[in-house]
């Protein structure tokens, strides 16, 4: 089983800045896992917003977040969404969600996923 927490949301201010995190943990997960930040607007589609492959070395972005928002990866079990520059339109539900193999942009290749935590970007 596989575990994966996500904290870090709240309401912001358009231009400013949050950090999501996200802690995997449960005897199943590894630290050789990708993983995604996904965001879901009311009434929308689960959306990728970025992936980092298991030793960081590698990531992607979604187009309406590139140069804004930044994924980070430490001791291999724990991901951070650092977003700057925050639009209302980045208001969602943000979801932390791990992969064991498959594309990094697509929702249904996650085996694990968080609860959600929230972010409002007020204008």
């Known amino acids: 089983q596989v575990q994966l927490v996500e904290s870090g949301g709240g309401l912001v201010q358009a231009g400013g800045s949050l950090r999501l995190s996200c802690a995997a943990s449960?005897?199943?997960?590894?630290?050789?896992?990708?993983m995604g930040w996904f965001r879901q607007a009311p009434g929308r589609e689960r959306d990728f917003v970025a992936a980092?492959?298991?030793?960081?070395?590698?990531t992607h972005y979604a187009d309406s977040v590139k140069g804004r928002f930044t994924i980070s990866r430490s001791n291999g079990n724990t991901v951070y969404l650092q977003m700057n520059d925050l639009k209302p339109e980045d208001t969602a539900v943000y979801f932390c969600?791990?992969?064991?193999?498959?594309?990094?942009?697509?929702?249904?290749?996650?085996?694990?996923w968080g609860q959600g935590t929230r972010v409002t970007v007020a204008s």
């Open positions: 449960g005897r199943t997960f590894s630290n050789y896992y990708a």
């Open positions: 969600a791990a992969q064991v193999e498959g594309a990094v942009e697509a929702k249904e290749d996650y085996d694990y």
């Open positions: 980092i492959n298991w030793d960081g070395a590698t």
